[in-house]
């Protein structure tokens, strides 16, 4: 089983609707992490929790929210969703500062 | 601003040749993350380096923290080798644009 899993894999919704992208991690990993990757930019951070209690915002962090319900367990919201947040989302993990992330298999959303 | 610049953004070459991807980085770091991604999407580290070199079968990334530069290089290069190649400083919050690697047989 994968150590890192993203809930839903693929997603198409409209424009106004809430999302919610799940992350799970079985690697007992205190950092979680996520990502939006567009074609040309990259991978920009979003959200990164340093534990449950620790929610710290990335980059581009408009228009969106996390919820760090437990260790294994990091789920990113959007409230009001909007074509121009189509793009492929990663979750990752690592085990301190500065040590290997491990990533999720990303979940492709699309908002029309 | 914490900009990693990797250069260059595309590239092709035959099978068998020597490849070189670039990462600079803006602010100091103490350590930095190669990562490869394939055309399937799922990204996996490759490296993560805080000074000097390191090797894994045809794959070797070297750094050097004062001149804020790395460079991963492919030996004997291979089809399979094609994906794109990200540099990200270690503590995960800045990441390189990627370098897209096409190698052709």
């Known amino acids: 089983d994968a150590d890192v899993t993203q809930t839903p894999r693929n997603r198409i919704t409209k424009t106004g609707k809430r999302i919610m992208l799940e992350c799970s991690q079985t690697?007992?990993?205190?950092?979680m992490y996520w990502y939006r990757q567009d074609p040309g930019l990259g991978l920009r951070l979003i959200y990164y929790?340093?534990?449950?209690?620790?929610?710290n915002k990335g980059e581009i962090s408009d228009g969106y929210s996390v919820s760090r319900q437990a260790q294994a367990k990091f789920s990113l919201s959007l409230e009001s969703a909007i074509p121009n947040q189509t793009a492929l989302y990663f979750c990752?993990?690592?085990?301190?500062?500065?040590?290997?992330?491990?990533f999720g298999p990303g979940t492709r959303l699309t908002v029309l | 601003k914490n900009e990693v610049e990797q250069s260059p953004q595309n590239l092709t070459a035959q099978e068998g040749e020597f490849i070189t991807i670039n990462c600079s980085y803006s602010?100091?770091?103490?350590?930095l993350h190669w990562l490869q991604q394939h055309p399937g999407g799922g990204i996996v580290s490759l490296f993560m380096?805080?000074?000097g070199k390191k090797k894994h079968g045809r794959l070797i990334a070297t750094i050097n923290i004062q001149e804020k530069h790395s460079s991963l290089h492919i030996t004997a290069s291979h089809p399979r080798d094609s994906a794109v190649y990200i540099c990200?400083?270690?503590?995960?919050?800045?990441f390189g644009k990627g370098t897209h690697l096409i190698i052709q047989p």
């Open positions: 990752a993990t690592s085990p301190i500062w500065g040590d290997t992330q491990y």
């Open positions: 990200a400083r270690a503590d995960g919050l800045t």
């Open positions: 602010v100091g770091i103490s350590a």
């Open positions: 929790s340093f534990d449950v209690k620790d929610i």
């Open positions: 690697k007992g990993h205190d950092r």
């Open positions: 380096l805080s000074s």
